[in-house]
């Protein structure tokens, strides 16, 4: 086959796509405050979540930021997004991974003060964007009544967006979720003895 007739070929699907595309777009009209999760084995799930928060900085938009489990050490996410107080809250109110707490009334203890700041922006409608990282940890360790957390995602304001992360999401909470992402693990460097990597892990 020619270039030419290559050429001409690809338009013509371009053209079938863009169309089919338009239409797509033409029928999502309505707006409102959605819920995102990322779930997965995968890396990237909170780089996700962040990247949201910087889009949402662009449009001049509130955001809180509530870490349920990192607390251990300082991120380079929240070295960068404490420099905009004035837009961004940030709570980093983990004890550390749950490996490393083995402390499981403690850590019931730390993931409801982390929901207690959480239902605050959740009924507050100044936030535009609520982060709520490694929520999906929590609830899959039974730190917080899902039933709870649940109710208060569902009585939002009606524009806030929330975007939740965390390894093995509930089905419950799939289920009242607008988009939902599962990062798989192909490969890791991790697993190569690599350890983890300012700007890239931390």
């Known amino acids: 086959m020619s270039d030419?007739?290559?050429d001409r070929r690809h338009t013509a699907r371009?053209?079938?796509?863009?169309?089919?595309?338009?239409?797509?777009?033409?029928?999502?009209?309505r707006e409102q405050g959605i819920i995102v999760i990322t779930t997965g084995n995968g890396k990237g799930k909170s780089s996700s979540a962040f990247g949201m928060v910087a889009r949402a900085l662009g449009h001049n938009m509130k955001v809180g930021i509530i870490q349920f489990i990192k607390g251990a050490y300082s991120t380079g996410e929240e070295s960068f997004f404490r420099r905009f107080p004035d837009e961004v809250e940030y709570h980093v109110m983990g004890d550390g991974f749950t490996w490393e707490t083995q402390?499981?009334?403690?850590?019931i203890e730390t993931a409801s003060r982390a929901w207690h700041e959480a239902?605050?922006?959740?009924?507050?409608?100044?936030?535009?964007?609520?982060i709520l990282d490694e929520l999906n940890i929590v609830l899959k360790y039974g730190y917080l009544t899902l039933d709870d957390v649940i109710a208060d995602l569902k009585k939002r304001p009606a524009m806030q967006h929330v975007v939740i992360t965390g390894r093995a999401a509930k089905d419950e909470l799939i289920e009242i979720a607008d988009t939902v992402t599962e990062m798989n693990d192909i490969k890791h460097a991790f697993r190569s003895g690599i350890k983890a990597q300012k700007g890239i892990e931390l």
Do not use: F, G, P
């Open 4 to 6: 030419t007739e290559k």
């Open 14 to 29: 371009m053209a079938k796509k863009k169309a089919v595309v338009d239409a797509s777009i033409k029928k999502a009209e």
């Open 103 to 107: 402390d499981r009334q403690k850590d």
């Open 119 to 130: 239902r605050r922006m959740l009924s507050d409608n100044h936030y535009d964007l609520v």
